[in-house]
Structures are given as structure tokens and as C-alpha cells.
């Protein structure tokens, strides 16, 4: 669907009309390099969630409640960092957006260091692990956009921030479905009944492994990117 959309475009560009995206805007090196980072990025965030959130009701038995008393400091991280990111994006943002990434793939790999076993992780063990994912999100989901649009003439800023924001859906509903799939085969295939807590714990382990990697990829794909965000410094 996606290149019978580009090659449309194409067509109406080929005429003299007006695309909704203009396939012209992919020679951009930095929004090309940018919409790979921010599938990466976004890929794993609200797969994450969703897996994170049926570990701790299905598999731990926890309440709704208790799920967001959880996942609470996750957000309390990412607004801990959120405004820190911003003031520092002049200077450093692309080295934000690395660090943010990077620190989130740790945070993964620390939190399934606790899920592995399939015990009931305690409640600050989850927290602690979470901390540390809300603060890389913060540090980087903020200026991403910015950092990428700093490479785009401003004449074409436009088009291509309505394209990334599109691209960062595009990425969270890819990561639910790919990252939702590993995660539920992986409860159910070693279960003979219904999957205990031990399998969403291992199943959960698997998601984190393969988020992880994704985001010291995405890590490498920032190094591409321009220096700083848009209208500041030296690209």
C-alpha cells in the first residue's frame, strides 16, 4: 500500500498537481534517516505498554489500579527529563536523542532481568526499572521531530513534520502488532491451559529482549541526524 501511495504521488507530482507528500522530500537525507529512527523509536512504546500492562493484570494479578500505580513512575520520569530535553536540544540534540534511547534499552534489559524468572517482581523493583525508561523517554520523544526537521530546508518543514507525525503512528501501530504477536505466542506456546505467571513473565522477557535491540539500532540511526534541533546552531 505504502508504494502504490509513493508512486501515485508521484503521478500527481509528474502532472503538475498537488500530492498530500511529495516523494521528493525522501532525497532528504535527514528525513529519510529520521522517519527510520522514529518508526524505531515509536515501535516500541506503545508495544511495550500494552504487553507491560497484560504481564502485571494476567500474569501477576494485579488490578488496574494497581497496573497504573506501576507504571506511574514511567510518566514520572518522562516529565522529569521532558523539560530538561527542550532546553537542551539547542545544543544537543541529537546527542538527547541517543542518550534517550540508549537509556531506554537499558531500562528494558534491567526490567527483564526482573520479569525473567517469572516471579512477582516487589512493587520498587518495577519502579525503579521504569524510572529509568520514563527518563530516556523523556529526553528524546520531545525533540525528535525538531532534530529531524533541523536537515529540511524550511520551505519543505512543513510537509515533512505532518509526514513524521504520521510516520510515528505508523510506527506504534507496527510495534503493537508485531511486538503484541511475539508477546502472546510466547505466553501460549509452552502453557497446556491458561498461561500462568511464569509464561507472561517469560513472554514479557522475549518483548523486552527484541525492544531493546531496537533501540540501540534506532541509537545508531540517530547518529545520522543533524547535531542540533530546528533553528538552533550548526546542523
Not at 63 to 91: C, N, Q, R
Not at 126 to 140: Q, V
Not at 187 to 201: C, K
Amino acid at each position: 500500500m505504502l508504494a502504490v501511495f509513493i508512486a501515485h504521488e508521484r503521478r500527481l507530482t509528474g502532472r503538475g498537481s498537488e500530492p498530500v507528500f511529495d516523494p521528493a522530500l525522501l532525497r532528504i537525507r535527514a528525513l529519510t534517516v529520521g522517519l527510520g529512527a522514529s518508526v524505531l523509536f515509536f515501535g516500541g512504546i506503545g508495544a511495550f505498554f500494552l504487553t507491560l500492562s497484560v504481564y502485571l493484570q494476567n500474569g501477576t494479578g494485579r488490578t488496574a489500579w494497581e497496573t497504573g500505580l506501576v507504571i506511574l513512575p514511567y510518566a514520572l520520569g518522562s516529565i522529569t527529563t521532558s523539560g530538561l530535553g527542550v532546553a537542551l536540544a539547542a545544543k544537543a540534540g541529537r546527542a538527547l536523542l541517543i542518550t534517550g534511547s540508549l537509556t531506554i534499552g537499558a531500562s528494558q534489559l534491567v526490567l527483564r532481568a526482573i520479569v525473567g524468572d517469572g516471579g512477582d517482581p516487589g512493587y520498587w523493583y518495577l519502579a525503579l526499572a521504569l524510572l529509568l525508561g520514563g527518563l530516556g523517554l523523556g529526553l528524546a520523544a520531545p525533540v525528535l521531530v525538531n532534530v529531524v526537521l533541523a536537515g529540511v530546508p524550511a520551505r519543505n518543514a512543513g510537509a515533512a513534520g505532518g509526514v513524521l507525525s504520521t510516520v510515528n503512528q505508523i510506527g506504534g501501530a507496527v510495534g503493537v502488532a508485531v511486538l503484541g504477536t511475539v508477546f502472546f505466542t510466547a505466553a501460549t506456546g509452552s502453557a497446556t491451559g491458561t498461561p500462568g505467571p511464569s509464561d507472561h513473565g517469560h513472554a514479557l522477557g522475549t518483548v523486552l529482549a527484541v525492544s531493546a535491540v531496537l533501540y540501540v539500532v534506532a541509537a545508531l540511526v540517530m547518529l545520522a541526524l543533524p547535531r542540533t534541533a530546528a533553528g538552533h546552531g550548526d546542523r
